[in-house]
């Protein structure tokens, strides 16, 4: 069957540490996304790619950084520079060309500062 | 500018009772709408979505939805709610040349009483 899958489901970041949260798609989708969620906050727009090789940032990309190297996947790295990142992370895909196919989610990966 | 606004951030029903979360949008061009459900600690999922077909959409687990461009409205209902109905609902809205990139709404939780 066709999804997304993040990894790690859980993940402990120590203080000054850099983390890489993976997710990877075998849909075909061209567009990919990272959102974050805070209790009461929805959704924010980290970063979003609609091609391999090219990215652009979102409403708060302050502390993270992404790559597109291969279609499939899209890694979130948040850096040091971080100084909140407790929070769910969220990773979706659209096919990107059309505004009528909506995304498909991962199940999230939940990061925790330790 | 495209927006979506969810009226209520958490809404309490009895179970058996109808269920009615509120979405209105903001959009000069003819938008597309969407409706996903999340349960804690998961991924969201679609449980509907309007293209421009019927106005009256119907989705899984007995939920629908109205586009009602009028009243710039995409209300989501289900005649009797169930306990695992409980979730966090978020609507969202694209357009036609928007690459597909969803602006979500700020989500409701769904409480249901036994």
């Known amino acids: 069957d066709g999804g997304i899958t993040q990894s790690p489901k859980y993940l402990f970041r120590k203080e000054g540490q850099n983390v890489t949260l993976s997710c990877e798609q075998n849909?075909?989708?061209?567009?990919m996304y990272w959102y974050r969620q805070d209790p009461g906050q929805g959704l924010r727009l980290i970063y979003y790619?609609?091609?391999?090789?090219?990215?652009q940032k979102g409403d708060i990309a302050e502390g993270y950084s992404v790559s597109r190297e291969k279609k499939e996947s899209f890694p979130l790295t948040v850096t040091s520079a971080q100084k909140n990142p407790t929070a769910f992370y969220l990773c979706?895909?659209?096919?990107?060309?059309?505004?009528?196919?909506?995304?498909?989610f991962g199940s999230g990966t939940r990061l925790t500062v330790v | 500018a495209q927006s979506v606004t969810q009226l209520g951030s958490h809404v309490s029903v009895s179970e058996g009772a109808l269920v009615l979360l509120r979405c209105n949008y903001s959009?000069?061009?003819?938008?597309?709408l969407f409706w996903y459900v999340q349960y804690p600690n998961q991924g969201l999922q679609l449980l509907l979505k309007?293209?421009?077909?019927?106005?009256l959409v119907k989705g899984i687990n007995g939920f629908e939805a109205e586009f009602k461009k009028s009243e710039t409205s995409f209300h989501l209902t289900k005649p009797s709610a169930h306990m695992s109905d409980a979730a966090e609902y978020f609507c969202?809205?694209?357009?036609?040349?928007?690459?597909?990139?969803?602006?979500f709404g700020q989500g409701t939780t769904l409480q249901v009483k036994p």
């Open positions: 979706a895909s659209s096919p990107g060309d059309r505004g009528n196919d909506g995304y498909t």
């Open positions: 849909l075909n989708h061209d567009a």
């Open positions: 790619s609609q091609i391999v090789n090219d990215f």
């Open positions: 959009s000069s061009v003819p938008p597309y």
């Open positions: 309007y293209t421009s077909a019927a106005t």
């Open positions: 969202a809205v694209t357009f036609s040349g928007n690459t597909g990139k969803l602006i």
